[in-house]
């Protein structure tokens, strides 16, 4: 199940202040890590929500996504930014050529939500990224989950998803009667996944809600 445009946009808004700091921690963590960068892309980007907050503190960001109303509402909300690009392609099949982006992002549980292979995933995050670059990847801490099942549960109430299935929603797993489930990675596989990567990788939990990844392209 994927969200329309303005629907994702309202998951946004009826987030929690816990899930509001989870989400301004994420976008910090990240913007501390780009700043000053030439070239960005943003995977999955959306309606443009970190593409905007990113922007100010880049030289150009590049955000990519397989909707086209999600980038036609991305195209109006970032209306008067000059830096930014959008391009509608699979994160896991990139038509760009390799190591032309300086860092390549891919926050808030894509690495799960986009439903692709994971390590393919990985794979062309690092291909576009030249020598030096920096690749981010994120999914929730375990710490997040009470908040998290909550924001589900206000989605549901809000019509946004279907009705939770309280009984499967468990370990990370949110799932609706409607077959709908947001799996976050665990701890244990988001280290075995990049453990594959031949670059140098590092591990860091930001704000007892997000666990990081970040690959220094060295070769």
Not at 107 to 114: D, P
Request: charged letters at 25%; glycine letters at 8%; aromatic letters at 8%.
């Amino acid at each position: 199940m994927h969200l329309s445009a303005s629907r994702l946009q309202q998951v946004y808004e009826i987030a929690s202040p816990r899930i509001r700091q989870y989400l301004r921690a994420e976008t910090d963590h990240v913007i501390r890590r780009v700043h000053g960068a030439t070239r960005v892309l943003e995977l999955g980007c959306g309606y443009g929500r970190v593409l905007r907050e990113i922007a100010p503190h880049v030289g150009r960001a590049v955000g990519n996504d397989t909707s086209r109303p999600s980038l036609v509402l991305a195209s109006s909300y970032l209306e008067g930014i000059g830096n930014c690009d959008l391009v509608r392609m699979s994160a896991d099949r990139l038509a760009f050529s390799e190591a032309v982006f300086d860092a390549v992002l891919c926050i808030q549980n894509g690495i799960s939500a986009f439903g692709v292979d994971r390590q393919r995933l990985v794979a062309e995050a690092v291909r576009v990224t030249r020598r030096g670059g920096v690749i981010l990847f994120s999914t929730y801490s375990p710490r997040i989950w009470p908040d998290r099942l909550e924001w589900f549960r206000a989605q549901s109430k809000a019509g946004l998803l279907g009705e939770l299935d309280e009984t499967c929603s468990r370990d990370g797993t949110i799932v609706c009667k409607d077959g709908f489930r947001s799996q976050a990675v665990s701890d244990p596989e988001f280290r075995t996944l990049f453990e594959t990567v031949d670059q140098e990788v590092a591990f860091c939990e930001v704000d007892g809600s997000s666990l990081f990844a970040e690959v220094t392209r060295t070769g």
